[in-house]
């Protein structure tokens, strides 16, 4: 399950240069504490380009309106 939050951890250190200069336990706590608004986020920006009419869940799960 590890595995989904690699690209978060990849996005926070290459976006914020702060989040590096956080210890290893405070940049973990801070990924545990929002990882459901990290999926969200992900979820509304691979549905953007639908323009309302559908929510990419996932590559291969989208909902219809």
Do not use: K
């Not at 976006?15 to 200069?21: D, I, L, Q, R």
């Not at 990924?31 to 979820?43: D, G, R, S, T, V």
């Amino acid at each position: 399950i590890y595995y989904i939050f690699v690209p978060y951890l990849n996005f926070a250190f290459h976006c914020s240069s702060g989040y590096t200069e956080l210890s290893l336990g405070d940049q973990v706590h801070l990924i545990e504490c929002c990882w459901m608004e990290l999926l969200l986020l992900n979820c509304a920006f691979r549905s953007m380009e639908h323009g309302g009419r559908r929510l990419v869940i996932a590559p291969d799960l989208v909902l219809e309106r």
